[in-house]
């Protein structure tokens, strides 16, 4: 499957906790992006890479949240500290970033529940 | 905020086309609009983006009014797979920006 892949596709965890997921982007996309979705709403920008570097950040990204592309293709968002309201699926997408129209492509999503 | 107005739900029977309306009357010249759906528990698919004039694919068409202040996501045959969110995103050409999401159209294929 040469898709958008994220890693684990489900996690529990406990308030407080800290947690880690990856995303693997389509080979040779440089532009990775991070959304959060609730239920009942769309999905709401979180980040945005191109190649290695973080290029905009949205206010919902608290400072509990951090993401990085350290060789410009998977990425990886922690959460430190979780809360309840962290509750969401986290959903990744890619793009080659080029002349012209681009086109995000989004993997199945991490559903992350907090207790 | 999203910049795009769609009807909550809709029913579609199966085999018949599922028309799908988007109003983005703010929409600028430089703006395209996207399509995308949610399969329940999955990740947003693409489906088709245009301009300003109409678009298909191999998934779905795509009617742009003249004045570009409305659209219409067609799905010509529709089947039981076909149920899902229904996004509408207006987006501008130059790529990197995020894709603002509203809360989209749920469309139920119906037996």
Redesign the interface.
Same mark, same amino acid.
């Given at each position: 499957d040469t898709g958008?892949s994220q890693n684990p596709r489900h996690k529990i965890t406990k308030r407080g906790q800290n947690v880690t997921f990856r995303c693997d982007p389509i080979s040779e996309h440089n532009?990775l992006?991070w959304?959060r979705q609730t239920l009942? %709403? =769309?999905? #709401?920008?979180l980040t945005?890479f %191109?190649n290695e570097a973080q !290029? #905009?950040k @949205?206010r919902l990204l608290s400072d509990r949240f951090s993401a990085e592309r350290p060789k410009g293709s998977f990425s990886t968002l922690e959460i430190q500290r979780t809360e309840q309201g962290d509750s969401a699926m986290y !959903?990744c997408?890619s @793009?080659l =970033?080029?002349s =012209?129209?681009?086109?995000?492509?989004?993997?199945?999503?991490t559903?992350l529940l907090v207790l | 905020d999203?910049k795009t107005t769609q009807p909550p739900s809709m029913d579609c029977a199966e085999g018949r086309a599922a028309n799908l309306p988007c109003n983005h009357s703010t929409i600028s010249g430089n703006e395209?609009v996207?399509w995308?759906r949610q399969i329940h528990?999955?990740? +947003?698919?693409?489906i088709i983006?245009g301009l300003k004039n109409n678009e298909t694919n191999e998934m779905a068409s795509l009617i742009i009014t003249e004045d570009r202040k409305s659209s219409t996501l067609i799905l010509p045959h529709a089947t039981l797979r076909d149920t899902a969110?229904y996004?509408c995103i207006v987006r501008v050409?130059s790529?990197?920006t +995020?894709?603002?999401?509203?809360?989209?159209t749920r469309l139920s294929v119906i037996a």
């Open positions: 958008v532009r992006y959304y009942g %709403q =769309g999905p #709401e920008f945005y %191109q !290029l #905009e @949205s !959903l997408a @793009s =970033g080029a =012209g129209v681009e086109t995000q492509y989004f993997g199945p999503g559903r | 999203a395209y996207y995308y528990s999955q990740g +947003p698919q693409y983006h969110v996004y050409r790529g990197n +995020p894709l603002v999401f509203g809360k989209g």
